[in-house]
């Protein structure tokens, strides 16, 4: 049983004649009968009922008919989805991703390589850097938007692109004031507003009594030590109030009262009743954000993405991309 026996198949029972059949497939008749035959042999079951004037099919015929249709059809279609395959253009990605990229970076990432690349399947999942590093090693994801450093124990194993940067923001309860001589400041100046602009620049120094919530340091280590590090500057020591992994939970819990946090500014797409967003007047570190994926394992498709990331990445330090 081959390909050539299905396509002589369909032939004959389209044609319902040898004769006709063969002519149409450029051969002979009688070796199409002893094709026909042999087919009928490997499959035990007749397929056709002969008659000196006409060819009928079986009710097996009947039924195989559209399965062996389709079965050539996708064998037709092989050359050129291995084409597609080898150019990158068909396929499936994994894609890790952080909480904050998916307010700045990840929509239009994107929607860019879905315009370049339609026919690839994204298959996307939400992690912490940490979560995404184990991902990486296990072949869990096929490359994963994080925030840098690269663990030094994975250095030759994972490779690493920037993407963007930028600044943090002070999320803070909408109506909250630091500081006794800086009563109205906060309630005076503009708010955040529905375009995800933030308000009016404030001191990180006004609000240093209020808590903080933050994540666990072991979920984005650098991340924390910027976060801390920027108290540091000032000479306060923030008193941790809550944790919380995901970046909405922490604006959630800030929304509630529970205390105030420095989000990367892209966080201010993300409009929660009760959370204005303030840039800080001190000089702020950049958080950066980038493409982590294994050195040796770049399929055509991830070749692709990269190539996409790399035109994204030539956004200028301490912007962020709009969505």
């Not at 009594?209 to 108290?231: H, K, N, S, T």
């Amino acid at each position: 049983m081959d390909l050539r026996q299905f396509r002589y198949f369909v032939a004959v029972a389209e044609e319902r004649h040898f004769g006709r059949a063969a002519q149409r497939l450029s051969m002979t008749q009688p070796p199409l009968s002893q094709q026909i035959r042999a087919l009928e042999a490997s499959l035990g079951a007749p397929l056709f009922v002969r008659t000196n004037r006409s060819v009928e099919l079986t009710a097996v015929g009947r039924q195989l008919l559209p399965e062996v249709r389709r079965i050539l059809a996708d064998a037709d279609a092989l050359p050129a989805l291995a084409l597609g395959l080898a150019h990158g253009e068909v396929g499936t990605l994994s894609l890790g991703f952080v909480s904050t990229a998916d307010y700045g970076i990840l929509p239009p990432l994107l929607r860019e390589f879905g315009e370049r690349y339609p026919r690839v399947r994204l298959q996307l999942l939400e992690a912490t850097s940490d979560v995404q590093v184990e991902a990486l090693m296990d072949g869990r994801i096929d490359a994963g938007l994080f925030i840098p450093p690269v663990p030094a124990r994975y250095a030759n194993e994972l490779s690493y692109l920037p993407i963007v940067r930028e600044p943090l923001m002070l999320a803070l309860p909408a109506g909250r004031h630091g500081g006794a001589d800086n009563a109205d400041k906060a309630d005076d100046a503009p708010a955040s507003g529905s375009d995800g602009q933030p308000g009016a620049p404030v001191s990180l120094a006004d609000f240093a009594d209020e808590p903080l919530v933050i994540f666990p340091r072991r979920v984005a280590p650098a991340f924390y030590d910027i976060i801390m590090g920027c108290y540091a500057a000032l000479g306060l020591t923030p008193r941790v109030g809550q944790e919380a992994i995901q970046m909405q939970t922490i604006v959630s819990l800030v929304s509630a009262g529970m205390g105030v946090a420095l989000v990367p500014q892209s966080l201010c797409h993300l409009r929660r009743t009760g959370v204005t967003y303030r840039a800080l007047r001190e000089t702020s570190a950049l958080i950066e954000t980038g493409l982590l994926w294994r050195t040796a394992e770049v399929t055509p498709v991830l070749e692709g993405f990269l190539e996409t990331a790399r035109g994204v990445a030539h956004t200028p330090p301490g912007a962020t991309l709009s969505t």
